[in-house]
């Protein structure tokens, strides 16, 4: 399978400060999303993004398909932006692989 | 609204009783999976479905059982042979891209969480 791998895995910020998280595959794909998990468990879609860049609000994503990777931006970090984040890509037969997850604590 | 609703969202068992975990989507789509997920850990795969009347086993199959005879309904159920079945269980499904072999975008429920006293 398509091996997945995120970092950092654990991230401590001041809110307000800007953020990288980086999320590399061993193999090409045809998907890649990005989700947010908040502190309920629920997984929050941030991202479908293939390839190419996209925005929305503080957050932009990334992804480099030739280079195998993907990042995702957060800008001002609020509070609220504390969780899990966890990428995800997918093979030919729509079987999804996730990494590991970077964990966020944005402090007031 | 259209969306996946996994019930019940808490649910306690005693040892050595099966229990079923309900998932329903009403967005059309094809494919869904069930996953597994214990406190500070990833996701893991337990069985996933491309088409009704259809599935596959994940990474962690053992212990658990599925059916697929709606496109709208995956029940997930997590048998006696499941020697640690406290966790959080999640429900997802996508509508997979055909044409271009692309697969569409995953969507979630909002997970049951077992506990087995």
Known sequence: GIQVEQSPPDL????????????????????????????WGQLINLFYIPSGTKQNGRLSATTVATERYSLLYISSSQTTDSGVYFCAVVDNFNKFYFGSGTKLNVKP | DGGITQSPKYLFRKEGQNVTLSCEQNLNHDAMYWYRQDPG???????????????QKGDIAEG????????????LTVTSAQKNPTAFYLCASSMPRRRHANTGELFFGEGSRLTVL
């Open chain 1, 12 to 39: 401590i910020l001041q809110e307000g400060a800007n953020s990288t998280l980086r999320c590399n595959f061993s193999d090409s794909v045809n998907n890649l999303q990005w989700f947010h998990q908040n502190p």
């Open chain 2, 41 to 55: 850990q990833g996701l893991r795969l337990i069985y996933y479905s491309q088409i009704v009347n259809d599935f």
């Open chain 2, 64 to 75: 658990y059982s599925v059916s697929r005879e709606k496109k709208e309904s995956f029940p």
